[in-house]
């Protein structure tokens, strides 16, 4: 059994046999739910892409636990040249490291660096998808295609990524079991209702509405 907490934003801790941070932003973020400094344990430190709500404190938490940061070629880069432990990867490939495997998959967003990506964590016989920044694409039907997706982490809040309309429809095409909501909410300009989303995605999948430092399990 793998433990899925939102820790507000995008950020998510995945614990099964392994401890995997995807978009660790806690610093500066008004909807964190714990601060860095609790964070005492990651094997890995994934990064969708490079934007500050993202990349968040990506870094200085791989430097804390010692944890291996797997992320897009030029954030590995960056992160390398700090003397972190880094797998970087581009959409389309996989990386092992700590037992955990990491597909990156394709994500219709901009990028500082780089550019944006979805990635699915596969450990203990589960498969996590965690879409990071994303409109909706029909590139999201191949992700339903190339793997059976236990649970997905998709953004709601519109007017950077997908809204709730939007969103219901990438449910459909990825073909997901189980489906949190997440980037939205943290700022007023992102503000929408996760009920509205969980309307639209119907009975297309179990949607599973958290407040920050809430957890379910998969």
């Known amino acids: 059994m793998i433990k899925v907490t939102w820790l507000g934003h995008s950020a998510v801790l995945i614990e099964g046999t392994r401890t995997v941070l995807i978009d660790p932003f806690l610093t500066g973020n008004p909807a964190a739910a714990v601060s860095p400094d609790k964070i005492k344990k990651a094997d890995l430190v994934v990064v969708t892409h490079h934007h500050g709500d993202h990349l968040g404190d990506a870094f200085s938490l791989c430097r804390s636990t010692g944890a291996v940061l797997v992320a897009m070629h030029e954030i590995a880069v960056e992160a390398s040249a700090l003397g972190l432990r880094v797998e970087g990867m581009n ?52 992700v339903g295609e190339f793997f059976s997706l236990d649970l997905s982490l998709l953004p709601i809040g519109d007017r950077y990524t997908m809204g709730p ?36 995605v119907g009975r297309l999948a179990e949607v599973i509405i958290l407040k920050p430092g809430e957890s379910t399990t998969v």
């Open 165 to 200: 309309a939007s969103a219901a429809k990438a449910v459909e095409f990825i073909r997901t079991k189980k489906v949190i909501p997440i980037h939205y909410g943290t700022y007023p300009i992102i503000s929408v209702d996760p009920q509205e989303f969980k309307k639209k």
């Open 91 to 142: 959409i389309g490939g996989t990386v092992e490291a700590a037992g955990v495997k990491v597909h990156m998959v394709p994500a219709l967003h901009s990028a500082e660096k780089g550019c944006a990506a979805g990635v699915v964590v596969e450990m203990d016989g589960r498969f996590i998808y965690h879409a990071g920044d994303t409109g909706l694409t029909y590139d999201l039907r191949l």
